[in-house]
């Protein structure tokens, strides 16, 4: 199973750039790269989503170098609304033993 | 928008009660989930249905049972409720984007067993 680690905390201020890393060096080859975002009191959001190289969309990039064993969730610029908890969750769509490992979660506070 | 709701927010049962907590998708998603989070450990996956009356255990099922009898629904089952089930429980459903799930979650139920 692809246990997953995470930085258990996270500073920034308003308008800068921030990057999450998670290692999971135990990745299989089906498995996926998925990170979801937590605010107090709601279920986890899903943010993106990748395999391989770099993903984009319109809140965040993801970072996936060559031998998978790491992957690094970027924001860009953020702002006050950005403060949760960012978890990465590595696994595939595969029917025979769902193995879907979340890691513990990086809480990421943005000050102004 | 996909919408997941849950039974209750909050709960309060006692020790030894059997306790039902419903999930309910309106997304005509093949996949459901029931998580628990504590704090320090993250999400947890409990149990796992990728088909009406099919499911899959997760990595902590001991204690736990699931009941599937239509596709948007997906209950979990504390047959003899414990403090240690004291938690939030998280349920979500998904489709398959590529090879991976794209879960969307619930509110959650924060679940306390005196």
């Known amino acids: 199973l692809a246990k997953t680690t995470q930085p258990i905390s996270m500073d920034s201020y308003e308008g800068q750039e921030v990057n999450i890393t998670c290692s999971h060096n135990n990745i299989a080859t089906n498995d996926y790269i998925t990170w979801y975002q937590q605010f107090p009191s709601q279920g986890p959001r899903f943010i993106i989503q990748?395999?391989?190289t770099k993903v984009t969309n319109e809140v965040a990039s993801l970072f996936i170098p060559a031998d998978r064993k790491s992957s690094t969730l970027s924001l860009p610029r953020v702002s006050l609304s950005d403060t949760a908890v960012y978890y990465c969750l590595v696994g595939g769509a595969n029917q025979a033993g769902t193995a879907l490992i979340f890691g513990k979660g990086t809480t990421l506070s943005v000050s102004s | 928008d996909v919408k997941v709701t849950q039974s209750s927010r909050y709960l309060v049962k006692r020790t030894g009660e059997k306790v039902f907590l419903e999930c309910v998708q309106d997304?005509?998603?093949?996949?459901m989930f029931w998580y628990r989070q504590d704090p320090g450990l993250g999400l947890r996956l409990i149990y796992f249905s990728y088909d009406v009356k099919m499911k899959e255990k997760g990595d902590i099922p001991e204690g736990y049972s699931v009941s599937r009898e239509k596709k948007e629904r997906f209950s979990l089952i504390l047959e003899s409720a414990s403090t240690n089930q004291t938690s939030m429980y998280l349920c979500?459903?998904?489709?398959?984007?590529?090879?991976?799930?794209?879960?969307?979650f619930g509110p959650g139920t924060r679940l306390t067993v005196t």
């Open positions: 979500a459903s998904s489709f398959v984007r590529g090879g991976a799930y794209e879960q969307y």
């Open positions: 990748g395999y391989k």
């Open positions: 997304m005509d998603h093949e996949n």
